[in-house]
């Protein structure tokens, strides 16, 4: 589960992390109005995806004749496929530095892992890439999490010695922050260095895991109102699906052949629209709930299902999707490779209902690039 930025600096108040004041706006009359009570502000759209700057979904308004008219620009606008419907108005700061401190899961090293960097403001995959030696990693114990000298040496090792006072407090608070709501991931980014010395969240990321909810009842549907509908409607399917950016919708069963599916698809030229895994021994209703799904999404130009036929039998695959074509009076096309399990079978079923089956993944993958494309 993922929260808004208002939410996440609600809980970064309450635990004691510094936050800029602020209030939420709806329209652009209750912009004005924050910016009548807060001065110089930063109207900021409220959706749960980063880059927001880029997108012109941030601006300053120094009065609240500006901020009314931003608000204005910003409130319905589009980003990555979420629409604005509110906007965050806070006190604009006087920054001099901008860092960025955060945790997530190293799946790798089994632990939780906070990560320090002296540049902040960009993603921090971006700062990675270009300056891998600007980030500091520590994996404290997740029983007894980080003990102080471990923090201090993190802080040098970023090349942030001089703000050791600062930042030691800031680093535990946000730890613990993350232990309380179980996160997988939590951030501060920006971490900004004010005029007058001190540290402030200048913006803020949670991510909860959805499997410890049910310690977090109080905080279920908190950015429902913000889900992409699609992945909302795949959740309540019970289908692994994850929207991406591209036009072939994908379908497989088993994450690691859906992941080689995308790679193939886009070794041939496309883009994947989506992750869509049906999980081992999926039944013909799953196959035709997955396929429902897919001809819902307005930016899928072809449909391409990889099988493989373990526990998953090749017959009940091709009764679905045979049976969801039909229904669905589907018009977008299709291309199916399966193999495993009765595959025969299913690939016999497929052709007498005017589906023609391709004999690998390779091929499956450049005809359907070819079909969307209109070729």
Aim: charged residues 25%.
């Amino acid at each position: 589960m993922k929260f808004l930025e208002y939410q996440v600096k609600e809980r970064f108040r309450a635990a004691g992390i510094p936050v800029p004041d602020g209030r939420l706006a709806k329209t652009p009359d209750e912009a004005a109005l924050a910016a009548g009570a807060l001065g110089p502000i930063a109207v900021k759209a409220q959706v749960p995806v980063g880059g927001r700057g880029k997108a012109g979904g941030i601006k300053l308004a120094k009065t609240a004749a500006d901020a009314k008219r931003v608000a204005a620009e910003i409130l319905g606008m589009t980003i990555k496929g979420y629409t604005v419907k509110e906007v965050w108005c806070e006190t604009a700061q006087d920054i001099t530095r901008e860092l960025y401190l955060g945790l997530t899961l190293d799946r790798d090293a089994r632990k939780p892992v906070l990560i320090l960097s002296a540049q902040g403001g960009m993603e921090i995959e971006e700062v990675a890439e270009t300056h891998a030696e600007a980030i500091a990693k520590l994996h404290p114990d997740p029983w007894r999490g980080p003990l102080s000298f471990e923090v201090r040496d993190l802080i040098f090792r970023a090349g942030l010695g001089p703000l050791q006072t600062q930042l030691t407090p800031l680093v535990v608070k946000l730890y613990l922050l993350a232990r309380t709501y179980d996160a997988i991931t939590i951030e501060i980014n920006p971490l900004a260095l004010t005029q007058d010395g001190g540290l402030v969240a200048a913006d803020g990321k949670l991510e909860i895991d959805e499997n410890a909810m049910f310690r977090h009842k109080d905080l279920h549907g908190a950015d429902d109102s913000e889900e992409d509908p699609l992945e909302a409607e795949a959740r309540r399917r019970k289908l692994t699906y994850v929207r991406l950016d591209g036009s072939i919708g994908v379908i497989g069963n088993g994450a690691g052949l859906v992941m080689n599916t995308l790679d193939l698809v886009q070794r041939e030229g496309g883009r994947a629209a989506n992750f869509l895994d049906i999980g081992g021994g999926a039944k013909a209703e799953v196959v035709r709930s997955a396929l429902e799904l897919l001809a819902g999404d307005p930016n899928v130009k072809g449909i391409l299902i990889n099988i493989f036929g373990g526990i998953t039998r090749g017959d009940e695959v091709a009764h679905g999707i045979i049976e969801a074509s039909r229904d669905l009076n589907l018009k977008l096309p299709l291309v199916v490779r399966m193999t495993g399990t009765r595959e025969e079978e299913g690939r016999q079923l497929l052709r007498e209902a005017g589906i023609a089956p391709e004999a690998t993944a390779t091929g499956a993958a450049r005809r359907i690039v070819e079909l969307a494309a209109g070729r």
